[in-house]
């Protein structure tokens, strides 16, 4: 089935290149998502073979391996920050002060800061998979992709549907643990950046999250 797709990175990740695989090592394949729903949207595959079968809630009661996958994705979001930081760095005010400052003659004693793009990166998992194999998403915070093409695309990573890896261990009656009840997917539109409201109009919101992707980048 397409939902075992994932399986394939796991079992032989050497056969792809780099532009697929990021990285793999013994215990971890972190990859690119085929469908990006943000500018920068990666996968973190654990291949432990007693967990790839399990739902994310599951898996994740295990707390010996849940520290090993946060660790895993504390290093994965570093990466990702970097790559940021390369594609849009340039743009970005706070790397035009910089440039600035060093260049001043004399320099100032102090230079102003680089941007964190550590904090534009969101890490976490969906309530309901729909690939089989456990996965970690690993993107920017923009939700800015030609792949972002219905409403469950924006909604599954801009509501309680997508749960923080920092929020696990779940408590036992945490609500989302009962995603369909709670009709996540459902919910009228809120941009991530301003909030705003754009009720189910979702051409309008792909409009927004344009202006706000060009702000962002360029903060
Ligand atoms: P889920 O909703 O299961 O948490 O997300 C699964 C993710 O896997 C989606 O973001 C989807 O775009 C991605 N995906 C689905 N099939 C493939 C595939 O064959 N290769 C890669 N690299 N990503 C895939
Ligand atoms: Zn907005």
Redesign the pocket.
Known sequence: SVRDELGAYIAKPETYGPDVVVYHNADFVAIHDMFPKSSLHLLLLPRDQTKTRLHPFDAFDDTEFLEKVKAETRTLRKLAAGELRRKYGKDSAQEQARQAALSADPPPDELPQGRDWEEDIVVGVHAVPSMNHLHVHVLSVDRYSERLKHRKHYNSFSTPFFVPIEDFPLAEDDVRRYPTEEGYLKRDFT??????GFGNRFAELKQ??E??FKEWKKL
């Open positions: 941009c991530w950046r301003c909030g705003r927004h999250l202006q706000e």
